[in-house]
């Protein structure tokens, strides 16, 4: 792969003219972007954005017996695995020795999860466990015949169910001591007021929104008087659009609301998360933007004094692909192979950075699965992301603006001073995968840190040259593999997924004669220069291919 020609045009000089006045053509009024950033004026703390990974269930063992990667480890900046399903709503996924036994109510079997529990640390995680799934025996209406074949219905006894979790509690304590488990999160149900995962069997709003409060008091008080008072829990809504009742009742009753289990006030809440979906590309959700959604949550917590909560996405990105396989245009790993996700993950970014959103977790990063693979385009923004991590954020502003119709051009600058490295992350975002322009961008620097200092810049570029996807799509042709070889959107890079490659002598052509050429297109190699900062003030200019992401590191040399 060729890089263009502006791959690393960056000109490091003592500030002087930014444009050249008079000589500009009508060109560079359209796609000139210019940014000013003063590391002298810090702002707040970031975390890691990338520390989430989300699976569906342990159902097939997925962390019993891991292996860790030797290269693409996407442990280096996952913090926190979260089973979405795992401790019930399902023969298959709850806990016991004979799940369909409604005679026998104790038979518990903790041993899947423990083994989960036990690979995930292995792997330089935490895990993060959503209960709260009632298991088929505890509800007489139980089915799974719903949309997430889950049972959506409460316990018919709210006691045995709290000996169920009580006793998974005890279970992982019991291998893993108490205060790692202290270290671990916990929360109660996925979406609690989506009526697709959780309701009273009336389906009345108002019971339902009962019941999953009875649901988190119950399951929250298990996990303390197990645990200790200490124990780290939450809730996941969706929050980006209206659900069965508001999901700001809940908030209010875990404030100020007699809790069902304890007949005291309120209940322990450390985290809220919600869910935020945009339909495929170049369709926003109809909902509320990023921003909003989590604004939306946190004004009520402040409302009612609960000033400390963590608050991320616990599921999300993009539904579904442009195109569609043999069953579904739905996007497995909720991500789409094109360069257009480096420039969607990097604006996501900056959306959690700007307002303080601790995470989005990823359904994937690779291609082969959780630890197997060749690394897509969203693994290399959110490796890259989470180096963000206890940097302060810096004044960066936009003082040129291009003119492109449906391009969004942003930078994002934070400083680490433990490591003494100015942090820059840009991209040239267009809401289109088949649309756009380059851009050309200038950045001025004024980093008071380097005067007089020789800094080495290390640039990271995030476009075709180091995505293999491109690539894919021309073989596809050469090979004959069309969309009926795809159950789901082909656009999805989850290739070793047979719930996207379905065809046999597809996955086969893509394992035996492709993957390693695959490999050697997905490499990102850094470009590296040292310069003078000289009264510690720089520039930077790249130009930017269509959905390109550049990341800047610069520190003493």
């Not at 604004?295 to 539904?319: M, Q, V």
């Not at 088949?434 to 980093?447: R, W």
Request: with cysteine; net charge negative; charged share 25%.
């Amino acid at each position: 792969m060729k890089r263009t020609a502006a791959f690393f045009l960056a000109v490091f000089t003592f500030i002087g003219s930014f444009f050249s006045g008079a000589g500009e053509k009508i060109n560079d009024i359209f796609n000139n972007y210019a940014f000013e950033i003063d590391a002298s004026q810090t702002g707040n703390t970031l975390g890691n954005i990338s520390s989430n990974l989300t699976v569906w269930s342990i159902e097939g063992n997925p962390f019993a017996d891991p292996v860790t990667p030797q290269e693409n480890n996407i442990f280096d900046f996952v913090e926190y695995v979260e089973l979405m399903q795992c401790t019930g709503g399902s023969p298959q996924r709850d806990l016991f020795v004979n799940p369909l036994d409604r005679s026998v109510t104790d038979d518990y079997d903790f041993s899947r999860l423990i083994n989960n529990c036990r690979g995930i640390i292995g792997l330089g995680a935490k895990p993060y466990l959503k209960l709260g799934s009632v298991p088929v025996k505890y509800s007489r209406r139980a089915s799974t015949d719903t949309m997430f074949g889950t049972n959506v219905y409460p316990p018919d006894d709210w006691d045995i169910y709290y000996d169920y979790i009580a006793a998974c509690a005890r279970a992982l304590a019991d291998e893993f001591g108490k205060d790692e488990l202290l270290t671990w999160r916990f929360a109660v149900m996925t979406e609690f007021e989506n009526e697709d995962w959780f309701k009273a069997e009336s389906g009345d709003p108002e019971e339902s929104f009962e019941a999953y409060c009875k649901l988190y008091d119950y399951t929250v008080q298990a996990l303390i008087d197990e645990i200790g008072e200490n124990v780290f829990v939450g809730a996941h809504a969706m929050a980006v659009t209206e659900g069965l009742w508001d999901e700001r009742e809940f908030i209010k009753h875990c404030a100020q609301g007699t809790n069902y289990k304890t007949g005291m006030k309120g209940s322990r809440l450390n985290m809220i998360t919600a869910s935020f979906y945009d339909s495929r590309p170049g369709e926003y959700t109809d909902g509320l933007t990023p921003a909003e959604t989590i604004a939306h949550l946190r004004k009520e917590a402040e409302k009612y004094g609960l000033n400390d909560l963590i608050y991320g996405f616990d599921e999300g990105r993009i539904l579904c692909g442009t195109t569609a396989g043999k069953d579904s245009d739905a996007l497995a790993a909720r991500i789409t192979g094109y360069t257009y996700q480096a420039g969607y993950d990097a604006r996501m970014a900056r959306i959690l950075f700007e307002n303080d959103i601790s995470y989005f977790s990823a359904w994937s990063y690779l291609t082969d699965g959780i630890t197997a693979g060749i690394p897509t385009v969203s693994y290399y923004v959110a490796k890259l992301a989470s180096l963000f991590k206890n940097a302060k954020t810096v004044s960066t502003e936009k003082v040129r603006k291009g003119l492109q119709p449906g391009t969004e051009v942003e930078a994002f600058s934070a400083y680490d001073s433990e490591n003494s490295t100015l942090r820059i992350m840009a991209y040239n975002f267009k809401n289109r995968i088949d649309y756009g322009k380059t851009a050309d961008l200038k950045i001025k620097i004024n980093a008071a840190q380097f005067e007089g200092r020789d800094v080495k810049v290390t640039a990271y570029v995030i476009d075709d040259s180091c995505n293999f996807f491109d690539e894919w799509i021309k073989d596809r042709e050469t090979y004959g593999i069309d969309s009926s070889c795809f159950a789901w959107s082909p656009d999805d890079p989850s290739l070793g997924s047979p719930t996207t490659l379905a065809d046999g002598r597809a996955r086969d052509i893509y394992f035996n004669e492709l993957h390693e050429k695959y490999e050697k297109c997905a490499m990102l190699k850094p470009a590296e220069e040292t310069v003078t900062a000289g009264s510690g003030a720089l520039e930077i200019s790249i130009t930017l291919n269509p959905n390109a992401v550049v990341f800047y590191e610069i520190t003493p040399a």
